[in-house]
């Protein structure tokens, strides 16, 4: 399988700063890359889908103001969380995929903790 | 309607059991299957994906699909302790979105 590479895996920040969180595929160009989010035990929410060049789709109920995605290549994406708030808190993962018709592979994840 | 459904379990089996997870989806644009497998505390790993109607074999597994039935399932043959885990399935829908199911965990017992 393709290898994508998320940082960083793990991260602590106070409440109102901002985080960035990068996605790159290592050894294929990714056309589209996707971003989710988990909450303990529960499943994966699609929160926005990027493409290279281009603006990315957010799903209903995510701020685009808030979490800010770049996919400025195509092997790079990034998540910003701005002014981060302890309901932030949660695992963001990202995927990425050659063709948005055929299968995605996920990053390694990023555990984000707002205190 | 939730647009892909599964059972969240757990689902317990035998060491060297078969292991059935189902899956339904509600999107009929739906294009592409998928089915991850994710540890505690771990993002995904992709086990298979299927596009077209009928089974998928890849060693001790196999997807089937059913598109008029709008259902697609997981067989695990032989079913070990480490597969234990959350088993995930994906649907790409006519929009490209993949939309994922809320799991089922999976308990093998030695």
């Known amino acids: 399988g393709a290898v994508v590479s998320q940082h960083p895996s793990r991260v602590i920040c106070k409440s109102g700063t901002s985080v960035k969180i990068e996605c790159r595929s290592l050894?294929?160009?990714?056309?589209?890359m996707f971003w989710y989010r988990q909450f303990p035990k529960q499943s994966l929410m699609l929160m926005a889908t990027?493409?290279?060049?281009?603006?990315?789709?957010?799903e209903q109920g995510v701020e685009k103001d808030k979490f800010l995605i770049n996919h400025a290549s195509l092997t790079l994406s990034t998540l910003t969380v701005t002014s981060a708030h302890p309901e932030d808190s949660s695992f963001y993962i990202c995927s990425a995929t050659r063709d948005p018709r055929t299968e995605a592979f996920f990053g390694q994840g990023t555990r984000l903790t707002v205190v | 309607q939730k647009e892909v459904e599964q059972n969240s379990g757990p689902l317990s089996v035998p060491e060297g059991a078969i292991a059935s997870l189902n899956c339904t989806y509600s999107d009929r644009g739906s294009q592409s299957f998928f089915w991850y497998r994710q540890y505690s505390g771990k993002s995904p790993e992709l086990i298979m994906f299927?596009?077209?109607?009928g089974d998928k074999e890849d060693g001790r597994f196999t997807a089937q699909l059913n598109k008029a039935s709008q259902y697609v399932s997981l067989l695990i043959r032989d079913s070990q302790p480490s597969d234990s885990a959350t088993y995930l399935c994906a649907v790409r829908t006519g929009g490209f979105k993949t939309i994922f199911g809320a799991g089922t965990r999976l308990f093998v017992k030695a």
């Open positions: 990027s493409n290279e060049g281009s603006k990315a789709t957010y």
């Open positions: 050894d294929f160009q990714a056309t589209t």
């Open positions: 299927i596009y077209s109607n």
